[in-house]
């Protein structure tokens, strides 16, 4: 532990700084586990093993087993992908082959579909438990960024109007623009 003894010497201070000294180098020197792979061999074999290049070739043809899969229609999943292919493209490198923007979609579709962890998908997909995270968040990322201005608008004076109008028609709460589905609780917030 450390030598150090509250008092008012010099020695004590100095001795107390060596020892801080010595313990960071100690946390900074520490062996780590040295990384023996650039790629794991397991994930080698993504696009002949990997769960989008043996299924989503099927899965296309089965509109049914597709949207049960994604939780999106063939046609929905293309439309998404137009609307972030740029915000999620990586570019080839001499190194490696980047995962294409398909799959990275399909990465990302399952697991907000199914909530599987990302060491759970990594196996799955054949990819590095760290990618399917990076993948997830620039994916959620780049739906958000596309998405949120189609479908959730910035709300007019004229939509909260219409809104309260409904709420009051349907309901009978006047003045309300929204609502939460509470178990036998009504909470009403009136302007």
Not at 20 to 47: C, D, G, V, Y
Not at 135 to 153: D, F, G, Q, R, S
Request: glycine share 4%; net charge neutral; with cysteine.
């Amino acid at each position: 532990m450390f030598s150090h003894e509250l008092s008012d010497s010099s020695d004590s201070d100095s001795d107390y700084e060596e020892d801080i000294q010595f313990m960071i180098m100690a946390l900074l020197t520490k062996e780590r586990k040295s990384r023996r792979h650039w790629i794991h061999p397991l994930n080698r074999t993504r696009e002949i093993n990997g769960e989008f290049h043996c299924l989503f070739k099927v899965l296309e043809n089965d509109d049914e087993k597709f949207h049960q899969y994604f939780r999106l229609s063939k046609a929905q999943f293309e439309q998404v992908h137009s609307l972030i292919e740029d915000d999620v493209k990586k570019i080839h490198t001499r190194f490696r082959k980047p995962i294409g923007t398909r799959e990275r979609l399909a990465v990302c579709l399952r697991f907000l579909a199914t909530g599987n962890s990302f060491r759970s998908l990594g196996f799955n997909y054949r990819m590095g438990f760290a990618t399917v995270k990076i993948i997830v968040e620039e994916v959620c990322n780049a739906i958000w960024k596309e998405l949120a201005p189609i479908v959730m608008p910035q709300p007019t004076e004229q939509m909260w109007r219409e809104i309260a109008k409904g709420f009051e028609n349907i309901w009978h709460f006047p003045n309300c623009i929204g609502a939460m589905d509470g178990k036998h609780v009504t909470i009403i917030c009136v302007v």
